[in-house]
């Protein structure tokens, strides 16, 4: 593998972060991933950084800070995809530093992640770099009308 970056992602990402996330089974459109990529970008309590090898984009990582009336401020990852022809190379792991960094920046000491109790490798990975388990939970969705 050659040289990575990180950088902040960039609207013409869209084409590449849409297909990661599916291969991770999200069916995530060029249009409708610019069309968020752009909201974000104004946002102060998010920001998106994808890695890049021979200016391919190669995963992406969403992270967004957020205040709980009972639990105070934390930040928590919205996604994170890398390629699956890169994966356990240690990309992943990098983007996670990344976003460390950006909470501690941005006044959080906690990151949080959600993964679906099917995915085994997922939830392996987030313990072996230090996440600990807090609990498991229902998910449930209102489609407002």
């Known amino acids: ?60 990582i969403h992270v967004f800070k957020t205040i709980r009336v009972e639990s105070g401020v934390f930040c928590e990852i919205g996604g994170l995809v890398v390629d699956e022809k890169f994966r356990r190379k240690g990309i992943g792991e990098k983007l996670i530093e990344k976003a460390r960094i950006w909470c501690k920046k941005n006044g959080s000491n906690k990151l949080h992640v959600r993964s679906n109790v099917k995915r085994e490798a997922t939830k392996r990975f987030y313990l072996n770099i230090g996440f600990r388990q807090e609990k498991m939970q229902n998910v449930f969705e209102c489609i407002i009308r």
């Open 1 to 60: 593998m050659n040289e990575i970056i990180i950088r902040t992602a960039l609207i013409s990402d869209a084409t590449a972060i849409s297909g990661l996330s599916n291969q991770l089974g999200y069916p995530a459109t060029k249009e409708d991933t610019e069309k968020y990529l752009r909201l974000l970008k104004h946002s102060e309590q998010d920001v998106v950084y994808v890695t890049v090898s021979d200016k391919d984009v190669i995963a992406w």
